[in-house]
């Protein structure tokens, strides 16, 4: 059987980029950015606050990191999953509070239409609230309609806006995957920010036919479940890593920004959460560091486009 030459037909192979969003380039030969409060690693700590459905749905486009693994119903991983709403942020909201630091909580907006006091919670306590779809079923690919996208998004926006009193300005995809229309109809639908492209240690822009969109990179091999779930690594290891990735970049000549990535029913067990405690106190202690909200980040970039969030 011969291959179809269709198959080679790609019209965006050429040298550079295969795409049109951003020309690639250098973070060290970038202007330096400056980050609120003049801090040169700015800590960004994202909190995944997911509801699984307990039955995956089966038109989904893909079956989301963390979903039922066993013949359904799964009540073992639907009840684990469960446990970072009940007890796993709670801890997690807890140890930043010690420290004083502002999060971001990227927040399915089942959570809010199931369980509204704990988006309550998170808000009147300063934290930003980042749109992470409607459920973890919720899911983007370029094999979703662009209709059934948009009514995703606009779905999610608008439940989070009832809940918290004010409309999301950023946006973080499941399993941070997009389509082909994802930049563009997030910026059609208002908002300033995304965290879905990890390449990078500063923010950057996108350019759409909609308009700009800021990128804030969340580095996925530093998250607590690449770390701790699939490469198997302990709690101890991932301290580990994390404050060797921040005396890195604070080696580094220009102010940059650390990820911290992190799964309230992974890293909120009670054998796991001490270790998160201690990091927060290490890096809080650091003269270079501030904990800031990805929209704070972003707004470094994009300061119109993107107030500060506060209480």
């Known amino acids: 059987m011969t291959l179809d030459p269709a198959c080679m037909a790609y019209p965006m192979r050429r040298r550079g980029m295969d795409h049109d969003l951003y020309a690639w380039s250098n973070i060290h030969t970038r202007p330096a950015l400056a980050w609120p409060g003049g801090c040169r690693i700015a800590v960004a700590i994202m909190i995944s606050l997911e509801w699984f459905p307990i039955l ?28 970072g709403t009940r007890i796993g942020l709670y801890r997690m909201l807890d140890a930043c509070a010690q420290v004083g630091a502002r999060v971001s909580v990227a927040t399915n907006a089942a959570i ?3 369980y509204p006091s704990i988006i309550t919670d998170i808000v ?8 992470h779809s409607t459920e973890m079923d919720g899911t983007i690919d370029s094999s979703l309609p662009e209709a059934r996208e ?16 004010q409309r999301p300005r950023g946006w973080m995809s499941i399993a941070r995957s997009q ?36 990128n804030v990179p969340l580095n996925h091999e530093l998250s ?13 290891s991932y301290v580990q890593q994390i ?14 920004m650390l990820p911290l990535h992190v799964t309230p029913y992974i890293l909120g067990l009670p054998y796991r959460i001490g270790a998160f405690e201690r990091l927060l106190r290490w890096l809080a202690q650091s003269e270079a560091t501030d904990f800031l909200t990805t929209g704070e980040i972003a707004s470094a970039l994009s300061p119109s ?3 500060e969030h506060r209480p």
């Open 243 to 256: 404050q060797d990735a921040h005396a890195w970049l604070a080696s580094e000549a220009a102010p940059r």
């Open 112 to 114: 809010a239409q199931r």
């Open 305 to 307: 486009l993107v107030p």
């Open 179 to 214: 389509s082909f229309n994802t930049p563009r109809l997030l910026k059609q639908a208002g908002l300033a920010y995304m965290c879905d492209w990890p390449n990078d240690d500063l923010p950057y822009r996108f350019e759409t036919p909609a308009g700009p969109i800021t």
């Open 224 to 236: 607590d479940r690449q770390i701790i779930t699939v490469q198997q690594h302990s709690a101890d």
């Open 124 to 131: 009147s306590a300063g934290h930003e609230i980042v749109a």
């Open 56 to 83: 995956p749905a089966a038109d989904a486009a893909f079956k989301a990191p963390g979903h039922m693994q066993t013949a359904y119903p799964d009540f073992r991983h639907y009840t684990s999953r469960e446990y």
């Open 150 to 165: 948009c009514a995703l998004i606009t779905q999610s926006l608008d439940i989070l806006e009832v809940a918290t009193g």
